[in-house]
Nanobody, 117 residues
Framework: QVQFRESGGGLVQPGGSLRLSCAAS????????MGWYRQAPGEQRELVAT???????INIDSVKGRFTTSRDDVKRTVYLQMNSLKPEDTAVYYC???????????WGQGTQVTVSS
């Protein structure tokens, strides 16, 4: 059974940092391209970052230079380091496996990120 367990979210002031983690199980992780998504209230879920076996790509211009990705194949975990956070980064953040640029499996619970003073 495929599962994603996102963690690391919370309430942070503007300019602060958070590191999100997504632990995955139920598929061959080390060969998988993974994606970080976010969904703000009233908005559609959007792809924030893509993490291949060898590199990470930030897909949203507004977070380039502030967000970075990494992965640990031994721990079957991908990470999203978020710096210089802004109120518009407030959303529930999810991860999923990607295939041809689209999510493959059902979503996990996500982790809430709230940026507010």
């Amino acid at each position: 059974q495929v599962q994603f367990r996102e963690s690391g979210g919370g309430l942070v002031q503007p300019g602060g940092s958070l590191r999100l983690s997504c632990a995955a199980s139920g598929f061959s992780f080390s060969f998988a391209t993974m994606g970080w998504y976010r969904q703000a209230p009233g908005e559609q879920r959007e792809l924030v970052a893509t993490v291949t076996r060898f590199s990470g790509l930030i897909n949203i211009d507004s977070v380039k230079g502030r967000f970075t990705t990494s992965r640990d194949d031994v721990k079957r975990t991908v990470y999203l380091q978020m710096n210089s956070l802004k109120p518009e980064d407030t959303a529930v953040y999810y991860c999923n496996r990607l295939r041809d640029g689209s999510p493959v499996y059902s979503w996990g619970q996500g982790t809430q990120v709230t940026v507010s003073s």
